[in-house]
């Protein structure tokens, strides 16, 4: 049975040790007052491979034109989520001018020439609603912001035929709304953090599982909005296997899609919204499955002689049913860079490793002999 956790008036959203994550730098990743900086052997070896310059610091915010907010759709706006949440200050439209690809990151770097008109902050499902409603009425675009890490331009701020673009923050939608440990599932507001999910559902025994690289500030919405894959989808599923039902709300009233953790029947239209980037609605639910928490957990590492082998081995996992939760493998390239940024010790154990191996291999011996690491 399905406890709803929004009725509980002691349950705060988060602990308070589990605040949500700082918002991401401004031209770059991860908290700027928790940068942990480079171990010196790393440095070095940056330095001696690929000639490691000094970071390029974020780029003039200057070129951002002034708002172009229509004053009606703003006053609209602020009567729907109060004034406070009407942002036009640059540093806000800046931090939601763009994701954080690569090209978006030379963007913010080189000086953002163009943003959004105004980053509105709406509190709960209604007020999304409501925002795109004043939006349709007073011609202005939204695009729905997440954690913004989107790598394939999703939050770049189109005006199209409109005058004016803003950007829908949905960080204020950040509960966990139900539990239902018998059928394994749980519905979250979108604005939930990977981590922070993984602290909602910690006192109920339960895990989501899903750990994509922009975990740390990816949303569950965003998870939704991009069929998301994540380290661990081997075992977990891919985002879009674990989400079993959404609600979006549009302009003209709220679409509720998917039912229980299973169903035969159909049509299914999940899959329109699952994906969507946004372009039908927003996502302002999202019912995932969710797992018991491993009551302990297993690393190995294995290191193949070429990629081929690496690639056989782990096909010979997944199509034997064998394959662990994580199963990723590095090519040359990866594993060269992820060793010697561990240290040179386990560049050196590895290399020993590996001399000893070649060594004792009779030629009858496969190719594919696993060594572990320590
Ligand atoms: C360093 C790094 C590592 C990454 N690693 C992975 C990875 O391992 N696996 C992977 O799949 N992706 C990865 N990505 C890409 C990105 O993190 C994912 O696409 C993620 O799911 C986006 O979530 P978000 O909350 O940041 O969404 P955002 O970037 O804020 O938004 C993404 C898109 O979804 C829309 N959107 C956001 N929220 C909603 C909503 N509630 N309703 C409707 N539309 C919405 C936005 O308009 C946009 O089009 C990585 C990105 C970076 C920068």
Request: aromatic fraction near 4%; charge should be positive; include cysteine.
């Amino acid at each position: 049975m399905s406890t709803d956790l929004t009725s509980r008036p002691a349950a705060p959203a988060l602990p308070a040790s589990a605040s949500p994550p700082p918002d991401l730098a401004p031209a770059g990743w991860g908290d700027p007052a928790r940068r942990p900086g480079l171990p010196e052997h790393a440095r070095r070896w940056l330095e001696r491979e690929v000639g490691l310059g000094r970071p390029s610091r974020p780029g003039p915010s200057t070129q951002l034109p002034t708002s172009a907010l229509p004053s009606a759709a703003r006053d609209a706006l602020r009567r729907v989520v109060g004034a406070e949440h009407v942002r036009e200050g640059v540093a806000e439209r800046v931090q939601h001018a763009a994701g954080r690809s690569y090209l978006d990151l030379l963007r913010l770097r080189s000086g953002v020439a163009d943003g959004p008109d105004a980053v509105v902050l709406p509190g709960d499902a209604d007020e999304v609603e409501q925002v795109l409603r004043a939006c349709t009425e007073h011609g202005v675009a939204v695009v729905p912001f997440g954690g913004g890490t989107s790598v394939v331009g999703g939050l770049t701020p189109l005006r199209g035929r409109f005058p004016a673009v803003v950007s829908l923050d949905l960080r204020r939608l950040d509960r966990l709304v139900a539990v239902d440990p018998e059928a394994l599932t749980a519905t979250f507001e979108p604005g939930v953090r990977g981590p922070a999910a993984e602290q909602l559902l910690a006192p109920h025994g339960l895990t989501l599982g899903h750990f994509p690289q922009s975990y740390e500030h990816a949303s569950l919405g965003g998870y939704a909005a991009t069929r998301s894959a994540g380290q661990a989808s081997t075992g977990y599923g891919r985002f879009d296997e674990l989400v079993t039902a959404v609600e979006a709300r549009t302009p003209a009233g709220p679409l509720v899609l998917g039912r229980g953790a299973a169903t035969a029947a159909g049509p299914d239209l999940l899959g329109l919204l699952v994906g969507s980037e946004g372009a039908f609605g927003v996502l302002t639910s999202v019912t995932v499955r969710v797992r018991p928490r491993p009551a302990a957990r297993r690393y190995e590492g294995l290191l193949f002689g070429t990629w081929q082998e690496g690639c056989a081995a782990l096909r010979e996992l997944e199509q034997g049913g064998l394959a662990p939760d994580v199963a990723r493998l590095s090519d040359p390239d990866e594993t060269r860079v992820q060793l010697a940024l561990a240290g040179t010790s386990a560049v050196k154990r590895t290399a020993r490793r590996r001399r000893a191996r070649t060594s004792s291999a009779s030629p009858s011996q496969p190719k594919t002999a696993r060594q572990p690491l320590p």
